[in-house]
């Protein structure tokens, strides 16, 4: 629950020492407790959006010089009185101006409080609001341009549009039940069947972007399978151009998956080193190999790393068999990648046939070395296009939050309720229910309509307290 008469205040920089640390007080006595400890000029008496330098004191001891914002509401990202000091980044400055300002009567910030008083104050929507938290967390070019969108709230202009076809029609529904004995009919029921199916197909676009927003969000996630000592983890540390993974001359140093990520295109491609796929009695490795399979189900792309001198063709047959039987018919893609050329001693452009025919018709691998880093720019190259396509193929707004992509799901299936009982001429107030169920849902998504509290502290609980 929030106390809107509380006044708060937390560190909203990063927790240790730097060159400067921003503590941020937000509440009705925001300006009287930081002017209680401020030596300067009067903050009661200053404007808002101003800048004022001074020194935080602690009776007649100086704790530092600092440099105050003072924001008042609703002008202020919460809509409240807002300051903000930015002292220097001494882990031992930053707790005492915090210990003042409690002793001063404020109370410690709640993760994400300040967010969620922004949304409670009307500054901004709860789809917004939840993308502050995705831009702060965003770690590729287009995980921030997706959660700068939707904080600016292209996303949320597209669920007020949909409600508000949808209300139009559902006044003049409840219009007819109010003249029920007049039997007159306010809401054309071929327009409302059109309205519904426009609507529903914008719905299930929205629904179809999830995977591009899922994507662009947590980094596309790819799994590098092969046999033991094909070059699996000499692959992955050559894209990380670090010694992430153990590379030996031992079959199946590899026995678990180890993850690391590389930014390509704009996205982050989350790339998974795991055990190598082959006929063994060893325990431990066969549950490697199994994990093998099951990262295989879970990535939507899987690098399948041969090692183009010694894998027999009934070897590379068997393998990429068994990995198109995990992917037949889901959105995920195969590379195949010839590795160890360096081996081979061959031109990539003119691959000798004892090579080329060890793949099935409609293969074509990428001829590489990772030892020697030969060729990796036709993989990275390969890498960057689909991150290109993945971008292309989303719509201007595009879904990455799941609580949406299931609010969403239930107006959809709300509205095919509507279209089921337009089709078999039901009563108006059978419609006006299904319709308010749909809006009810859309509403959940921006908070137009009352939020359980608990949904709140669960959604605000994941920001960072200076947040």
């Known amino acids: 629950m929030i106390h809107t008469s509380d006044t708060i205040c937390a560190l909203s920089t990063p927790s240790g020492s730097g060159a400067i640390g921003v503590i ?6 925001a300006i009287v407790i930081a002017n209680s400890i401020f030596e300067g000029k009067n903050l009661e008496k200053q404007k808002g959006q101003t800048l004022h330098f001074g020194k935080i004191v602690n009776g007649d001891e100086v704790i530092d010089e600092v440099l105050i914002s003072l924001f008042k509401g609703p002008n202020s990202y919460t809509g409240e009185d807002t300051i903000e000091i930015s002292c220097h980044g001494s882990s031992y400055i930053l707790a005492k101006v915090l210990e003042l300002l409690l002793e001063k009567g404020a109370k410690l910030a709640k993760p994400g409080e300040f967010t969620m008083r922004s949304f409670m ?41 949909l409600r508000h076809e949808l209300i139009q ?56 399978v092969g046999q033991p000592n094909v070059g699996k983890s000499t692959l992955l540390n050559a894209l990380l151009n670090e010694d992430k993974a153990i590379v ?26 795991t055990a ?32 183009v001198v010694s894998d027999t063709k009934e070897e590379i047959y068997r393998v990429i068999e068994a990995i198109q039987t995990k992917i037949e018919g889901k959105d995920k893609q195969l590379i195949v990648l010839a590795n160890k050329t360096d081996k081979a ?29 030969l060729r990796l720019e036709k993989l990275t190259a390969t890498l960057e296009e689909i991150a290109k396509t993945t971008l292309n193929s989303g719509s201007d707004v595009v879904v990455s939050n799941l609580r949406h992509y299931e609010a969403l799901k239930s107006a959809g299936e709300a509205l095919e309720r509507v279209q089921n009982g337009l089709d078999t001429n039901i009563t108006g107030d059978f419609l006006a229910m299904d319709i308010r169920q749909a809006l009810h849902y859309l509403g959940e998504i921006t908070g137009t309509i009352e939020i359980d509290r608990d949904i709140l502290g669960t959604i605000f609980s994941q920001f960072c307290i200076g947040k």
């Open 169 to 224: 029609f559902t006044a003049l529904i409840e219009l007819e039940l109010d003249f029920a004995e007049e039997d007159v009919e306010f809401a054309d029921r071929s327009d409302l069947k059109d309205l519904v199916n426009n609507l529903s197909e914008m719905i299930g676009g929205l629904l179809n972007s999830f995977a591009t927003g899922n994507v662009i969000k947590n980094g596309i996630p790819v799994a590098i």
């Open 24 to 29: 941020r007080l937000s509440g009705v006595e």
């Open 345 to 373: 001693d061959f031109d990539a452009e003119n691959v000798p046939e004892e090579y080329a025919s060890k793949f099935p018709n409609g293969i074509e691998p990428i001829y590489l070395s990772a030892l020697k880093k």
């Open 276 to 307: 190598g796929i082959r006929e063994t009695t060893d325990v431990v490795e066969n549950i490697g190999i199994q994990r093998t399979f099951q990262m295989v189900e879970k990535a939507n792309l899987v690098l399948y790393l041969v090692d």
């Open 121 to 161: 104050n009307g500054k901004m929507d709860l789809a917004q609001a939840e993308a502050v938290g995705d831009l702060i967390a965003a770690e590729s070019k287009a995980a921030h341009g997706l959660a700068l969108n939707q904080m600016r709230g292209g996303f949320s202009k597209k669920i007020a549009d």
């Open 248 to 273: 030996s001359e031992i079959a199946g140093t590899t026995r678990d998956s180890i993850e690391d990520e590389v930014k390509l295109g704009g996205i982050a491609f989350r790339f998974i080193d």
